[in-house]
Nanobody
Framework: QVQLVESGGGSVQTGGSLRLSCAVS????????MGWYRQAPGKQRDLVAT???????NYAASVKDRFIISRDNAKNTVYLQMNSLKADDTAVYYC???????????????WGQGTQVTVSS
């Protein structure tokens, strides 16, 4: 029973900021990496940013220098600070985790339900 719960989505104006959070719960042996993806209606799901549990980060070119991904290892939580938001950032944002379970030690990807981010003028 591993679950990812996102929070922090909402509606903001162009140039505003939001901070997304994703908390992992359940029986976990280790987290290898976590990330954020987004999907607009009728479009594919795209990578936004990823972070390993050692702290290495990777960003999509479209968000680099505007978004910051971080994590709190003790809380099994990843964050996405989104600044200078644009209309093109409007999408459902999904949290992803690469996890080894604490009971069976089985490695698998897990996804959150998504949180809506809407940027308007």
């Amino acid at each position: 029973q591993v679950q990812l719960v996102e929070s922090g989505g909402g509606s903001v104006q162009t140039g505003g900021s939001l901070r997304l959070s994703c908390a992992v719960s359940g029986s976990i042996a280790s987290i290898n990496a976590m990330g954020w993806y987004r999907q607009a209606p009728g479009k594919q799901r795209d990578l936004v940013a990823t972070i390993t549990w050692g702290g290495s980060t990777n960003y999509a070119a479209s968000v680099k220098d505007r978004f910051i991904i971080s994590r709190d290892n003790a809380k099994n939580t990843v964050y996405l600070q989104m600044n200078s938001l644009k209309a093109d950032d409007t999408a459902v944002y999904y949290c992803n985790a690469d996890i080894i379970s604490g009971s069976e030690y089985y490695r698998s990807d897990y996804w959150g339900q998504g949180t809506q981010v809407t940027v308007s003028s």
